[in-house]
C-alpha cells in the first residue's frame, strides 16, 4: 500500500500543476505580438517579423498562416489578449467582416496597405514564350465561352488547342496547372484575369448589370474538361511540374517566378510580362494589392505594436530597394508609401 | 439412414456429371486430383508470386521515397562559409568612442561587411555589380558580427579574419560541385558576374563547407540559411510531453478497471464500442473540438504545447487503452488467482502482479501512441501551432510548433534552398520516429515474458 502510495503522488502532482500552469497563464499579458492571416502576405510578414525581433528588444511576433478569410474572423472576434493583434490579407476588408469587427468592439482598426503581389503565368524556360491577351486566357480557361462563330450565345468551351483560340498561339493541346478554389490566389486570378478577359466581350459585359448571376457564372467558373488541372496549394508543386513538362503552362505567385527565374519564364499577358516594374505601374494585369489590419485598442497592451508598424512601413522594409522587395513583393509608389507611412504613425482609424 | 446416403450419391452424380459432362460417373479421386494437380500448383505458385510482388513493391516505394529524401535533404546538413578581413572601424559603424549597449545594437554592421566586400573585389564599381557582391553572403552576418561585437567590444577598432555564412545560392553551386569556370552549364539564378566572384573566392581557398550548426540551433527563419530546427524539436517535445502525462495516467487507469473491475453489463459494452471508435475518428475532428473546448471555452493560449498536449493526447487515448487491455488480457489468470490465494486485495493483485507483468506491452502501445501523436499536423492547424516560430519555446504555455508542421510551413516557401531544408526536417522527423519504434521493440525485447 505505502508503494502505491508513493508511486502515484508525482503523477497527481505533474497533472495538477499542469492544470495550474495552463489556467494561470490567461491572466498574464502577452509579451509577444500575435498575427495571423493569409498565406500570401506569409512570406513577407514572417521576414519583417524576423528582423524585427532581431533587432529590437521586442520578442518576435507569431504568424499564423490561416487565409485572409480566417484571419479576419479570428481578428473581428473580439478585444483581448487571447485575440490576434494583427491580421494579414490579401483582399481589402468586406464590409460584413468590418461589420462584424465593430460589433465585437473591435472599434479602432488600422488598415495597411503594404504592396502588390502578381499572379505569373508562365512555363517552363525550354519552351516559347507564350504572347496572349487576357481574352486568351479566358477563352482557354473558362467553362462557357462565347459561340466562335460570332452571335452574342454562350457554348461549353471548344478549344482544345492554343491555335484554335488565336493563331499566333502555338498549335499545342491547352494544359494549364493553377490553385484549387480554397486558395487565395485562384480567387485573385478569377476575378483579375479571367473576369478581365470576360468582359472584353460586350454582351458578357452588359450582363454585369442585367443579370449578375450568370455574368459570375460565366466568368468565374473555370473548365473542369482537364485542360485545367488543379494542381494543389504548393507553389513550388506546381514550378517542379512545369520542369517535367515543357507543354504545359501553370499560374502562381509572382515571389515564386522570382526564385525561379532559371526554370520558368513569365508569358506576356496584354502586352507585358510580369516583372518587378510592370506590376508596379500597373501596367501587367493580374496583380492584387496586399494588407494588414492593426487592433489599434492592443497598442499599449501588447508591447510592440507601434514599433513592428514602424518597422513594416519602413523606407528599408516596404520601400523600393527593401528587403521586402528583395523577397518578390511590388512595392507601392513614393505618394502611397508616404500616405501609408503617415496613417500609420498616427494610427488612423479604419472607416468603411 | 438410408435416406441421407442416398441423398449424398444423387448429389455425387449430379456434381461429377456437371463437372465433367459426357465422362463416365465412376472416375476415381486419385485421377481427379491429378487431373487438377498442375493448376493447383501453378495457382500456388501464383500465390507466392503475388505475395512477393507485393512486398518487393512496398520495399522499392520505401527505397525511391528514402533516397529521394536522403539525397535532397543531405546538403542541408552542411553549409558553406565565407572569408572575411574585416576591418571593425569605428567610423563604418558609426560608433561613439564609449558606446552604449543601444549603439552597438543599431551600428552598420552590414556596412563593414561591404566594404570589405568591395576591397576584396577592387574592380567592381557599378551600382548593380556591387549590389550582386554584397548578395554573395548572407544576411544573417551582421547579425554574427553584433553577437561577436557584443561578446567582446575590444575588437572595434582592429581588423579581425572570421568566417561569415554564405548566401543560400552560393552556397548552392559551391556544394553542387559543378564547373564555375562554364557559368552557362550551372542552372542557377546567380548571374555569370556572380559566378565569377564565387570562382575567385574558391580558387583563392577563401570558402569551406563545414557542418551546418546554426540548423540544430535556431528556429525557423526566412532565411534558409539562417532557418533550424529547434524550435519545432522543443516544440514537439513539449506537445509530448503533455500529451504522455496526461494520456498515459488515463488509458491505463481506464484499461485496468475495464479489464479487470469492470462488470460485464451494457454500460461497459457501451464504453467499450465507443473506445474503438474514437480510435477511428479523423484527428482533424480533434482539433475541431480543442477549439472550441480549449481554447475559447477554457480560454486557454492559442499555438501553446499544452493545448496541442491535450489534443494529442485525445487521440493516442483509444491507441494507448486497447494496447493496454491486450496486454491486461495476456496475464495468465493463474498469477492472479496465486495472489489472491496468498491474501492479496484486489487491489495488490494489480498492482504488485498484474501491471508489473503487462507493464512492456503498455509502454509499446504507449510508445507507438506517441509516435503517432509526433507526426500529426491536422488537429494542430485548427488551435494555431502552424505559425512562423522564431523564439525557441521555453514553456508549456509559450507559442510553438512542431516538427511535421515545421516540413509544411519550409515546403511551401518561395526560396529554392528550403527544398533540402524540407527533406532535412524529414529525416529528423524520421529519425526521432524509427528511435520511438527501436526504444518499443527494445522494451518488448527485454521484458516482455511468454506464458
Known amino acids: ?352 | 439412414m438410408t435416406n441421407t446416403d442416398s441423398d449424398s450419391s444423387d448429389m455425387n452424380n449430379q456434381d461429377s456429371s456437371q463437372a465433367l459432362p459426357g465422362d463416365s460417373p465412376k472416375r476415381d479421386t486419385t485421377s481427379l486430383v491429378k487431373a487438377t494437380l498442375a493448376r493447383r500448383y501453378a495457382a500456388e505458385k501464383r500465390f507466392k508470386f503475388y505475395g512477393i510482388f507485393a512486398i518487393a513493391a512496398s520495399l522499392a516505394f520505401l527505397v525511391v521515397l528514402l533516397t529521394s529524401i536522403f539525397i535532397k535533404g543531405w546538403p542541408a546538413f552542411t553549409h558553406t562559409y565565407v572569408k572575411l578581413n574585416l576591418e571593425l572601424d569605428a567610423d563604418t559603424l558609426g560608433l561613439s568612442d564609449n558606446p552604449t549597449a543601444k549603439e552597438l545594437r543599431a551600428a552598420n554592421y552590414s556596412g563593414v561587411i561591404k566594404k570589405t566586400m568591395r576591397d576584396r573585389f577592387p574592380d567592381v564599381k557599378k551600382r548593380k555589380a556591387k549590389k550582386e557582391l554584397y548578395q554573395l553572403i548572407s544576411s544573417s552576418g551582421e547579425y554574427r558580427l553584433y553577437d561577436m561585437v557584443k561578446e567582446n567590444p575590444a575588437i572595434i577598432g582592429t581588423t579581425i579574419e572570421t568566417w561569415l555564412p554564405a548566401d543560400d545560392e552560393l552556397a548552392a553551386i559551391l556544394k553542387s560541385g559543378d564547373d564555375l569556370s562554364d557559368p552557362d552549364s550551372i542552372v542557377t539564378r546567380m548571374s555569370d558576374q556572380q559566378i565569377g566572384f564565387a570562382k575567385t573566392l574558391k580558387d583563392a581557398g577563401e570558402t569551406q563547407t563545414r557542418f551546418n550548426k546554426v540548423f540544430f540551433t535556431n528556429g525557423d527563419s526566412r532565411e534558409p540559411e539562417q532557418a533550424g530546427i529547434k524550435a519545432a524539436l522543443i516544440g514537439s517535445a513539449l506537445t509530448l510531453l503533455v500529451t504522455f502525462m496526461l494520456s498515459f495516467p488515463i488509458a491505463v487507469a481506464a484499461a485496468i478497471y475495464l479489464e479487470e473491475f469492470a462488470p460485464q453489463n451494457k454500460w461497459t459494452d457501451i464504453v467499450e464500442v465507443n473506445i474503438n471508435n474514437l480510435a477511428a475518428v479523423p484527428s482533424i475532428v480533434f482539433g475541431l473540438l480543442g477549439l472550441a473546448v480549449f481554447i475559447n471555452f477554457f480560454h486557454l493560449p492559442r499555438s501553446a504545447p499544452v493545448v496541442g498536449g491535450i489534443v494529442l493526447s485525445l487521440m493516442t487515448l483509444p491507441t494507448i487503452i486497447i494496447a493496454s487491455r491486450a496486454a491486461l488480457k495476456a496475464v495468465p489468470p493463474s498469477i492472479r488467482e496465486a495472489a489472491r490465494g496468498l491474501g492479496a486485495s484486489e487491489q495488490q493483485v494489480v498492482w504488485h502482479h498484474v501491471l508489473p507483468l503487462a507493464m512492456p506491452g503498455i509502454l509499446t502501445g504507449t510508445i507507438i501512441g506517441l509516435a503517432q501523436a509526433l507526426g500529426e499536423t491536422a488537429p494542430l492547424l485548427m488551435i494555431g501551432m502552424v505559425a512562423f516560430i522564431v523564439d525557441i519555446p521555453a514553456g508549456f504555455t509559450d507559442a510553438a510548433t512542431v516538427l511535421p508542421v515545421q516540413v509544411f510551413l519550409w515546403a511551401d516557401s518561395p526560396e529554392r534552398a528550403f527544398v533540402e531544408k524540407t527533406s532535412a526536417a524529414i529525416i529528423v522527423l524520421l529519425g526521432f520516429l524509427i528511435l520511438m519504434n527501436a526504444v518499443a521493440v527494445m522494451l518488448r525485447k527485454r521484458f516482455e515474458r511468454r506464458w
Not at chain 1, 2 to 18: Q, V
Not at chain 1, 33 to 45: D, E, H, K, L, N
Not at chain 1, 150 to 170: C, F, R
Open chain 1, 1 to 352: 500500500m505505502l508503494t502505491k502510495k508513493g508511486k502515484n503522488k508525482p503523477a497527481l502532482l505533474i497533472g495538477a500543476a499542469l492544470v495550474t500552469v495552463g489556467l494561470s497563464t490567461q491572466a498574464m499579458a502577452r509579451d509577444y505580438i500575435s498575427i495571423v492571416g493569409s498565406s500570401t502576405v506569409y512570406p513577407f510578414a514572417t521576414v519583417v517579423a524576423e528582423r524585427f525581433g532581431k533587432v529590437t528588444d521586442f520578442k518576435t511576433p507569431k504568424i499564423e498562416a490561416t487565409g485572409s478569410g480566417g484571419g479576419l474572423k479570428l481578428f473581428c472576434s473580439g478585444i483581448g489578449i487571447d485575440t490576434p493583434d494583427i491580421t494579414n490579407s490579401s483582399r481589402r476588408i468586406k464590409s460584413s467582416e468590418f461589420e462584424m469587427c465593430q460589433s465585437n468592439g473591435v472599434t479602432n482598426i488600422v488598415e495597411v496597405l503594404i504592396g502588390y503581389d502578381g499572379i505569373a503565368i508562365a512555363n517552363s524556360v525550354e519552351a516559347e514564350q507564350f504572347e496572349m491577351s487576357t481574352q486568351d486566357l479566358f477563352l482557354a480557361l473558362a467553362a462557357e465561352v462565347p459561340n466562335p462563330d460570332g452571335s452574342a450565345t454562350l457554348v461549353e468551351n471548344p478549344y482544345k488547342l492554343w491555335s484554335d483560340i488565336n493563331d499566333a498561339l502555338p498549335s499545342r493541346r491547352i494544359e494549364v496547372m493553377g490553385p484549387p478554389p480554397t486558395s487565395g490566389t485562384r480567387d485573385a486570378f478569377v476575378e483579375l484575369a479571367m473576369e478581365g478577359g470576360c468582359d472584353t466581350f460586350d454582351f458578357i459585359k452588359e450582363m454585369k448589370s442585367s443579370d449578375s448571376d450568370t455574368h459570375k457564372r460565366v466568368c468565374h467558373t473555370m473548365r473542369e474538361d482537364g485542360a485545367y488541372v488543379e494542381a494543389g496549394e504548393n507553389d513550388n508543386l506546381i514550378v517542379q511540374k512545369l520542369e517535367a513538362n515543357p507543354d504545359a503552362l501553370g499560374i502562381f505567385g509572382f515571389s515564386f517566378l522570382e526564385q525561379n527565374s532559371d526554370k520558368v519564364q513569365s508569358s506576356v499577358i496584354d502586352g507585358f510580362e510580369a516583372d518587378f516594374d510592370s506590376i508596379a505601374d500597373g501596367d501587367y494585369a493580374i496583380s492584387r494589392p496586399l494588407y494588414f489590419y492593426v487592433k489599434a485598442q492592443h497598442a499599449g497592451t501588447v508591447p510592440g505594436i507601434e514599433e513592428y508598424l514602424a518597422e513594416f512601413t519602413s523606407e528599408g522594409a516596404f520601400g523600393e530597394d527593401g528587403y521586402l522587395a528583395d523577397k518578390g513583393m511590388i512595392p507601392l509608389d513614393e505618394e502611397e508609401r508616404d500616405e501609408v507611412s503617415n496613417a500609420v504613425s498616427e494610427l488612423q482609424a479604419l472607416e468603411l
